[in-house]
């Protein structure tokens, strides 16, 4: 089993949805919680950051950590042609200790 | 300012030929990383400066080398490659919790 268990799709939408993209986790240890975003063949972009548990939001961007559950989402509203990416959900146990990521996410959103 | 520069952004070499990766960043981040990226698939860690002290090597081949020449700058030495070896290479600093990431150098070894 992987630490990190995420869909990797693809998910299709239509411009204007509302977009949710979760990421399940095993070891309760982990506290702090990162989103990236990457557009094809370009580096991967910190798009959300969370330490703990708790909601955090940036625009039309939401990403929600329940350790309890072990499951983080980041919610993306109004969705645009341009938020089509792969999503990534990142997640370590100490500060400056290893990343792990999930398998990633490839969103489209069709206008 | 969260920006990490790398160079070359394309790089094609022969399985023979040594070549270096670049790596650049200005925001004080103390931590430094290189990652491999195979298409479709999340990065993988690959080597971690701390202070500009190696700290993490993750059982990577020896064709594979780094230097961390100062607190700004990481080097990936490459030499006698072999054709899985390409992929986006991705450098990344760290201050205390968030990473960022530079765009990558994409390798193709003949």
């Known amino acids: 089993q992987k630490e990190v268990e995420q869909d990797p799709g693809p998910l299709s939408v239509p411009e204007g949805a509302i977009v949710s993209l979760n990421c399940t986790y095993s070891?309760?240890?982990?506290?702090?919680f990162m989103w990236y975003r990457q557009y094809s063949r370009k580096g991967p972009e910190l798009l959300m950051y969370?330490?703990?548990?708790g909601n955090k939001e940036d625009g039309r961007f939401t990403a929600q950590v329940d350790k309890s559950s072990k499951y983080i989402s980041l919610f993306i509203r109004d969705s645009q042609p341009s938020d089509s990416a792969t999503y990534l959900c990142?997640?370590?146990?100490?500060?400056?200790?290893?990343?792990?990521f999930g398998q990633g996410t490839e969103l489209s959103v069709k206008p | 300012d969260t920006e990490v520069t790398q160079t070359p952004k394309h790089l094609v070499m022969g399985m023979t030929n040594k070549k270096s990766l670049k790596c650049e960043q200005h925001?004080?981040?103390?931590?430094m990383y290189w990652y491999k990226q195979k298409a479709k698939k999340p990065p993988e860690l690959m080597f971690v400066?701390?202070?500009?002290?190696?700290?993490i090597n993750e059982s990577v081949p020896s064709r594979f080398s780094p230097e961390c020449p100062n607190s700004s700058l990481l080097n990936l030495h490459l030499h006698a490659l072999q054709p899985e070896d390409s992929a986006l290479y991705l450098c990344?600093?760290?201050?205390?919790?968030?990473?960022?990431f530079g765009p990558g150098t994409r390798l193709t070894v003949l």
């Open positions: 400066y701390s202070y500009e002290k190696l700290s």
């Open positions: 925001m004080g981040h103390r931590a």
């Open positions: 990142a997640m370590r146990r100490t500060v400056g200790g290893k990343l792990i």
């Open positions: 990344a600093s760290s201050r205390a919790d968030e990473q960022f």
């Open positions: 969370t330490y703990s548990s």
């Open positions: 070891n309760s240890a982990f506290q702090y």
